[in-house]
């Protein structure tokens, strides 16, 4: 029997139940009672579920997180688990709580970075039991509840509003200024006053009917 491996792929072989070595890419020719198990090794994404965490105080924080992994041993990864990328679904849920539960809510955002390599190193241990490398792990999302949501947006409102406030005051005090240097100009001043007066006065036009001789 006549088998062909394409170069992402390996397979596990075993023969009447009992494991004989691994089959690299190409073609291979196995006895008829030879069972091989296909194994994909190139590097895929999971995306876990958003998990609902509680924060050290007590905030329930929606974080999720993207994995980046590849078979690194076909061998295990056939062999240690039933599932195995259920087994790392679960130990990223699980390391992803354990760095969550740990930090206030106002630190989970900024610190998505602190979080995505402390989930990682708990994680690559745990995946390389079942022949797994996990090489990268970023955190997606960070959903606070609508409680804190609309706050931090009424938050935001209110700066603003009092930005405009003491924008305005501004104006009001520079106005006040300039009218009272403008009254103590005229009071030490006062010839200021009738030449102001006399520049807005109207001037009057008066056409008089021309004389008859």
Same mark, same amino acid.
């Given at each position: 029997?006549?088998?062909?491996?394409?170069?992402?792929?390996?397979?596990?072989?075993?023969?009447?139940?009992?494991?004989?070595?691994?089959?690299?890419?190409?073609?291979?020719?196995?006895?008829?009672?030879?069972?091989?198990?296909?194994?994909?090794?190139?590097?895929?994404?999971?995306?876990?579920?958003?998990?609902?965490?509680?924060?050290?105080?007590?905030?329930?924080?929606?974080?999720?997180?993207?994995?980046?992994?590849?078979?690194?041993?076909?061998?295990?990864?056939?062999?240690?688990?039933?599932?195995?990328?259920?087994?790392?679904?679960?130990?990223?849920?699980?390391?992803?709580?354990?760095?969550?539960?740990?930090?206030?809510?106002?630190?989970?955002?900024?610190? =998505?970075? #602190?979080?995505? %390599? !402390?989930?990682? /190193? $708990?994680?690559?241990? &745990? @995946? *390389?039991?079942?022949?797994?490398?996990?090489?990268?792990?970023?955190?997606?999302?960070?959903?606070?509840?609508?409680?804190? =949501?609309? #706050?931090?947006? %009424? !938050?935001?409102? /209110? $700066?603003?509003?009092? &930005? @405009? *406030?003491?924008?305005?005051?501004?104006?009001?005090?520079?106005?006040?200024?300039?009218?009272?240097?403008?009254?103590?100009?005229?009071?030490?001043?006062? %010839?200021?006053?009738?030449?102001?007066?006399?520049?807005? @006065?109207?001037?009057?036009?008066?056409?008089?009917?021309?004389?008859?001789?």
């Amino acid at each position: 029997m006549k088998k062909t491996l394409y170069p992402w792929e390996r397979a596990v072989r075993f023969d009447h139940g009992v494991f004989v070595g691994e089959l690299g890419p190409g073609r291979h020719r196995v006895p008829w009672r030879a069972v091989l198990h296909h194994v994909d090794i190139r590097p895929r994404t999971m995306s876990p579920a958003a998990q609902d965490v509680p924060t050290a105080d007590g905030v329930l924080v929606r974080v999720t997180v993207v994995v980046r992994w590849a078979v690194s041993s076909p061998t295990a990864f056939v062999v240690e688990s039933a599932s195995p990328e259920d087994e790392l679904y679960t130990a990223v849920q699980l390391a992803l709580r354990g760095a969550v539960v740990t930090r206030a809510h106002s630190a989970v955002d900024p610190e =998505r970075q #602190a979080i995505a %390599a !402390e989930v990682l /190193a $708990a994680v690559a241990a &745990r @995946a *390389a039991e079942f022949g797994i490398s996990v090489s990268d792990v970023a955190v997606r999302d960070v959903v606070m509840p609508g409680e804190l =949501r609309r #706050a931090a947006l %009424a !938050e935001l409102v /209110a $700066a603003s509003e009092g &930005r @405009a *406030a003491l924008e305005r005051a501004r104006g009001e005090t520079a106005a006040l200024r300039s009218l009272l240097n403008a009254a103590r100009l005229a009071e030490e001043h006062p %010839a200021l006053l009738e030449i102001r007066a006399l520049q807005t @006065a109207s001037t009057v036009v008066v056409d008089r009917p021309a004389r008859r001789k």
